[in-house]
């Protein structure tokens, strides 16, 4: 199945819905500003009504096949999509007000109806999808600018979405649901305490193991000889492999692990400094009115309709991420701040993941090209941020830090779904975990073998982590250009906000950015964090 091929067709039905299919994309987002947008504190939930999703469904098959007009067809299928883009607008408004409180039980319930029904969601695009393939008037829909010539070769015959497929992948929403049940129950006790891991973490532990063998039923049945497989080609359309990948991840062991052990017996601890909540946000409207252009057009639009949450809260979920309103046209950031340096640097990451949705009104591109983006925004925030002198250190720190630790993750996450059968323990995960996790020197800080549950993207993003790695070395080049040459790197990163690449290699060409996968090229990274940190 090529997931390429329907995410452009969303970008297209976004385009439409909006009322501007008859100006560029890039004029549309040129016009969205501050006043336009809905401030988040006015936008309404409203749970899906699915049976009206079946409905317009139903609808548009059944006529797909009767239909003589094209523009009929047309509006049917965009009142389709408009249900769909509500349904994941909704969807992202429930987990925002859910992971601002996980001790309420209402958005527990509305958080929990979306999750659960985002499986039948994509079920219902891939049915329309085929139906509309089989029609008597594809060749006349491939005329549209909605689709294009050839866009329906992909969904001929059987749609893996039977109902088979849906229930697997229900199952799969249930156990994440349930992780995320345990995380909020997780908040009574100190954070990483024995406590924690004995009462919650195992049986965190035990539901990652029931989703390791779900999933690898369902990759089985999608046709993939393995689950990281399936993943990099059904969740992040990579156009590389899990072998390159794995790789790659082990060169990052070879050189920079030995850095990263030197480091951290240092001891280096600029991070400890206190940083409040207005500090974090000043840092992000200096740099961004620095930048100018689209990164200070964004910010405007951030802080005028209110498009983020950044106050510390211990009933909010442990994490930060940005999500898209598709019905607002709007982004969204969310962090709970730890109170230190980096929450300037957490939040910059969240607000290049704004930049980016802002600027190409919801991205299509995959998630290792989206993160070129937050940790670029972070890189180059170094350059155009006020005071930012303790910054650097703690940045190249963290910069060591993602390419070793999260490295090791993704190996972790790669070989954990090589476990089968009665080889699938909680014992064996964790013995896997902590093999390599001293491989890549943990053993130097004071780390428990038991904190792999703690990594929600082993839960619910599986294959996600890898992204932060790879897109952690383009990010890195924007920085270089910028040291080599004032505005360089800025200026690459402003050009390519609207890009529509879906393949992060292909991004990397298109940009004239380096593939982190060529030779030397971590042999270069080594000597800029040498630089900056020895």
């Known amino acids: 199945m090529d997931r390429k091929k329907w ?101 527990e319930a509305e958080y929990s109806f979306c999750m659960q029904n985002a499986s039948t969601m994509e ?20 005329q549209h600018e909605a689709f294009g010539e050839g866009f329906f070769d992909s969904y001929v015959g059987t749609s893996i979405w039977d109902e088979t497929f849906t229930n697997l992948m229900a199952q799969e929403a249930a156990l994440v649901e349930r992780y995320y049940d345990l995380c909020a129950a997780a908040q009574a ?73 030197q480091v951290e017996e240092r001891g280096l601890d600029v991070g400890s400094l206190p940083c409040d909540e207005k500090a974090a946000f000043a840092y992000i409207k200096d740099f961004a ?123 972790f996450e790669q070989q954990v779904y090589q476990l089968q059968g009665e080889n699938l323990t909680v014992e064996n995960v964790c013995a896997l975990y902590e093999k390599i996790g001293n491989a890549f020197g943990f053993d130097m800080w004071d780390w428990d073998s038991r904190d792999f549950v703690l990594i929600g993207h082993y839960f619910s993003d599986p294959m996600y982590i890898v992204s932060y790695v790879v897109s952690n070395d383009a990010a890195l080049q924007l920085y270089q250009m910028e040291q080599a040459q004032a505005g360089t790197g800025l200026a690459r990163m402003e050009e390519q906000l609207t890009t529509t690449q879906t393949g992060f290699l292909a991004f990397l060409e298109e940009a004239g950015l380096e593939s982190p996968f060529a030779p030397e090229r971590l042999t270069s990274v080594r000597q800029t964090l040498e630089a900056a940190l020895t």
């Open 289 to 411: 009115t620095a930048m100018g252009g689209t990164v200070r057009n964004a910010f405007v639009l951030l802080e005028t309709a209110g498009l983020y949450d950044i106050t510390y809260s211990d009933k909010k979920y442990d994490g930060s991420f940005e999500v898209y309103l598709t019905d607002y046209a709007v982004p969204y950031v969310f962090v709970n701040p730890s109170g230190l340096q980096d929450d300037k640097l957490t939040f910059a990451h969240e607000f290049g993941h704004f930049c980016h949705d802002y600027a190409s009104g919801g991205s299509i591109s995959c998630v290792d090209v989206a993160e070129v983006f937050s940790q670029g925004m972070e890189y180059l925030s170094l350059c155009y941020g006020e005071n930012t002198a303790p910054l650097v250190q703690i940045k190249m720190a963290d910069c060591l830090r993602i390419f070793v630790e999260q490295a090791a993750y993704a190996l």
């Open 123 to 142: 079920a219902a695009l891939e049915q329309l999808l085929y139906a509309l393939a089989a029609c008597p008037l594809k060749d006349e829909l491939e």
């Open 7 to 107: 995410i452009s067709l969303l970008l297209a039905f976004v385009l439409l819905l909006t009322g501007c299919s008859g100006v560029s994309f890039e004029e549309f987002v040129g016009d969205l500003n501050a006043e336009m947008a809905t401030p988040f504190a006015e936008m309404q939930y409203t749970r899906p009504d699915m049976g009206a999703v079946q409905q317009a469904l139903e609808s548009c098959c059944d006529n797909a096949q009767t239909e003589s007009d094209v523009q009929a067809l047309l509006e049917q299928i965009f009142d389709f999509y408009g249900q769909y883009n509500s349904f994941y607008t909704n969807y992202n408004l429930a987990n925002i007000h859910y992971f601002r409180d996980m001790t309420d039980a209402k958005w």
């Open 189 to 261: 006790v100190p954070y990483y305490s024995d406590a924690f891991f004995t009462q919650y973490g195992t049986p965190m532990a035990q539901v990652y193991v029931e989703l390791i063998a779900l999933r690898q039923e369902i990759a089985a049945y999608a046709g993939y000889e393995d689950y990281p497989s399936f993943a990099y080609d059904f969740y992040h359309v990579r156009d590389y492999t899990p072998v390159q990948a794995e790789k790659y991840l082990r060169e990052i062991q070879q050189e920079l692990v030995p850095l990263y052990r």
